[in-house]
């Protein structure tokens, strides 16, 4: 990587400069917040060097900085890598808020993706709460109020059925033999491949949609037709891997790479035996198999099934979300979730965290019907105002008053905002599907939307609160 260090200006930088070209207002509020919080910049560049025998060898790549800059602005434009590579070797504005200037451009996307990649989740949620810290002491955020609401941020597969699950396993399992074979041809001899066979009784299956196809013989015969594929393509990759521990080849760069190939095989040969299993209970035992057995693909096999009861998605798959966000819009506090817990258990933890971020409870804690339970109910016993309905029974003359409250609508209202949050979030920081891979990146990929949100609202509030100093500092008109 690139050592941080301050670049002279050219005379192409010292020419657009005297033509009066600057950053756009936010993205100059939220240049000259960072360039106020140095801690971020060492945050990153510890990822960036780690593991590292000596950072002073090698390609110089992009500096600490760099990444920093580069990474928020993926995320606030929510550009792919090849465009945010194309878009700052073009604009000379995006090369002054990134720190490259009149500094060469990578000429690759994918050496942005593989700095991206080297950020961690734990430095992404350290950088998260540095940026909060940030607003609170420049005055622009107290903790006094949060709202909270959950959602789902979708993993990136199609939708899952067992026939498709089986196919995509026998397809993936079939390609890396293949792959496997091209280095060491002695190892495959042997292997059955049936990706021709499996997919067709995937597609047969597929087209039995109807309630009285899926009643005749056929269409278990085709399932057991294609577990039969499974099963063997699964016994002939355990014996190819099996024969490739065994040969010795005389190319290193090869042996690593059959060993890396080994070790993907047995991986998806292993969730292909989960795959195989729920399917057995489901078609032939006629068992309803508990959602948290099940594999909902073999490339995401973290995504979680989450029932919300929304008319239009009646199932969705990915992680569930909980966010808090401030007053101002900040997002204090997010978490992604194990299954679909009730959003009720989220209050004791979330009031926790915020205390250990502001060093104190909010007096006004909002949020829907989902979050009223027993936690709530203790919150408010130390002091905290929770604008929360009442999410079933009958209401007592004391609740139906409080609900009525002034306090209480107004609290309503205040909630409602997270809403829209939510829907910036996946409108416009590209938080509503997760295109990367794992269950870290994909974490990794929430914070970094929560990230770019953050500092376009301090840089919005900065930007409002200048302007008002700016009026107030206007002579009056006689």
Same mark, same amino acid.
């Given at each position: 990587?690139?050592?941080?260090?301050?670049?002279?200006?050219?005379?192409?930088?010292?020419?657009?400069?005297?033509?009066?070209?600057?950053?756009?207002?936010?993205?100059?509020?939220?240049?000259?917040?960072?360039?106020?919080?140095?801690?971020?910049?060492?945050?990153?560049?510890?990822?960036?060097?780690?593991?590292?025998?000596?950072?002073?060898?090698?390609?110089?790549?992009?500096?600490?900085?760099?990444?920093?800059?580069?990474?928020?602005?993926?995320?606030?434009?929510?550009?792919?890598?090849?465009?945010?590579?194309?878009?700052?070797?073009?604009?000379?504005?995006?090369?002054?808020?990134?720190?490259?200037?009149?500094?060469?451009?990578? $000429? /690759? %996307?994918?050496?942005?993706?593989?700095?991206? @990649? =080297?950020? *961690?989740?734990?430095?992404?949620?350290? &950088?998260?709460?540095?940026?909060?810290?940030?607003?609170?002491?420049?005055?622009?955020?107290?903790?006094?109020?949060?709202?909270?609401?959950?959602?789902?941020?979708?993993?990136?597969?199609?939708?899952?059925?067992?026939?498709?699950?089986?196919?995509?396993?026998?397809?993936?399992?079939?390609?890396?033999?293949?792959?496997?074979?091209?280095?060491?041809?002695?190892?495959?001899?042997?292997?059955?491949?049936?990706? $021709? /066979? %499996?997919?067709?009784?995937?597609?047969?299956? @597929? =087209?039995? *949609?109807?309630?009285?196809?899926?009643? &005749?013989?056929?269409?278990?015969?085709?399932?057991?037709?294609?577990?039969?594929?499974?099963?063997?393509?699964?016994?002939?990759?355990?014996?190819?891997?099996?024969?490739?521990?065994?040969?010795?080849?005389?190319?290193?760069?090869?042996?690593?790479?059959?060993?890396?190939?080994?070790?993907?095989?047995?991986?998806?040969?292993?969730?292909?035996?989960?795959?195989?299993?729920?399917?057995?209970?489901?078609?032939?035992?006629?068992?309803?198999?508990?959602?948290?057995?099940?594999?909902?693909?073999?490339?995401?096999?973290?995504?979680? &099934?989450?029932?919300?009861?929304?008319?239009?998605?009646?199932?969705?798959?990915?992680?569930?979300?909980?966010?808090?966000?401030?007053?101002?819009?900040?997002?204090?506090?997010?978490?992604?979730?194990?299954?679909?817990?009730?959003?009720?258990?989220?209050?004791?933890?979330?009031?926790?965290?915020?205390?250990?971020?502001?060093?104190?409870?909010?007096?006004?804690?909002?949020?829907?019907?989902?979050?009223?339970?027993?936690?709530?109910?203790?919150?408010?016993?130390?002091?905290?105002?929770?604008?929360?309905?009442?999410?079933?029974?009958?209401?007592?003359?004391?609740?139906?008053?409080?609900?009525?409250?002034?306090?209480?609508?107004?609290?309503?209202?205040?909630?409602?905002?997270?809403?829209?949050?939510?829907?910036?979030?996946?409108?416009?920081?590209?938080?509503?599907?997760?295109?990367?891979?794992?269950?870290?990146?994909?974490?990794?990929?929430?914070?970094?939307?929560?990230?770019?949100?953050?500092?376009?609202?301090?840089?919005?509030?900065?930007?409002?609160?200048?302007?008002?100093?700016?009026?107030?500092?206007?002579?009056?008109?006689?």
């Amino acid at each position: 990587m690139r050592e941080r260090h301050i670049t002279q200006r050219s005379f192409a930088d010292l020419e657009f400069y005297f033509q009066g070209i600057h950053l756009e207002p936010l993205l100059a509020r939220i240049s000259g917040f960072l360039d106020r919080q140095p801690e971020l910049i060492a945050l990153v560049e510890k990822d960036l060097v780690r593991d590292l025998k000596d950072r002073r060898r090698g390609r110089q790549g992009l500096s600490a900085e760099q990444v920093l800059r580069s990474f928020v602005l993926q995320r606030i434009k929510s550009w792919p890598y090849r465009e945010l590579r194309e878009r700052i070797a073009d604009g000379y504005t995006l090369r002054r808020f990134t720190r490259f200037d009149s500094q060469p451009v990578p $000429r /690759r %996307a994918d050496a942005f993706q593989r700095s991206f @990649s =080297r950020l *961690r989740r734990e430095t992404v949620d350290e &950088l998260n709460r540095a940026v909060v810290r940030g607003a609170v002491g420049l005055g622009l955020e107290d903790g006094s109020q949060l709202r909270v609401d959950t959602t789902v941020v979708e993993s990136d597969i199609h939708y899952p059925t067992d026939s498709t699950l089986l196919w995509d396993g026998v397809r993936v399992i079939c390609r890396l033999v293949e792959q496997l074979g091209e280095r060491a041809p002695e190892v495959v001899q042997g292997f059955s491949d049936h990706r $021709r /066979r %499996a997919r067709r009784r995937m597609q047969e299956i @597929s =087209r039995m *949609r109807d309630r009285q196809g899926k009643r &005749l013989r056929s269409w278990r015969r085709k399932y057991r037709d294609l577990l039969w594929v499974s099963q063997e393509v699964r016994r002939s990759a355990a014996e190819v891997v099996e024969r490739a521990h065994s040969v010795k080849l005389a190319d290193l760069f090869d042996a690593l790479i059959v060993d890396e190939l080994a070790k993907e095989i047995v991986r998806y040969s292993t969730l292909l035996e989960r795959v195989m299993d729920q399917t057995r209970r489901r078609v032939f035992a006629e068992e309803t198999v508990p959602s948290d057995e099940k594999v909902y693909s073999i490339f995401e096999p973290h995504t979680d &099934l989450i029932k919300r009861g929304k008319a239009r998605k009646p199932v969705e798959f990915g992680h569930k979300v909980f966010f808090a966000e401030s007053r101002i819009g900040l997002i204090t506090d997010y978490q992604i979730l194990d299954g679909n817990p009730p959003d009720e258990r989220q209050v004791e933890d979330s009031l926790k965290r915020h205390a250990g971020l502001f060093g104190h409870l909010p007096d006004l804690y909002a949020g829907d019907r989902g979050f009223d339970g027993a936690q709530a109910h203790q919150a408010e016993t130390r002091g905290v105002t929770m604008c929360i309905p009442q999410r079933g029974g009958q209401r007592t003359p004391e609740r139906s008053a409080h609900e009525k409250s002034r306090r209480f609508k107004s609290g309503q209202r205040f909630r409602a905002g997270i809403e829209g949050r939510i829907s910036v979030l996946f409108r416009g920081r590209g938080m509503k599907r997760c295109r990367l891979e794992g269950r870290e990146r994909f974490e990794t990929f929430v914070a970094a939307a929560v990230l770019a949100n953050n500092l376009l609202v301090i840089a919005a509030q900065l930007e409002r609160k200048a302007r008002r100093k700016a009026q107030a500092d206007l002579p009056l008109a006689a």
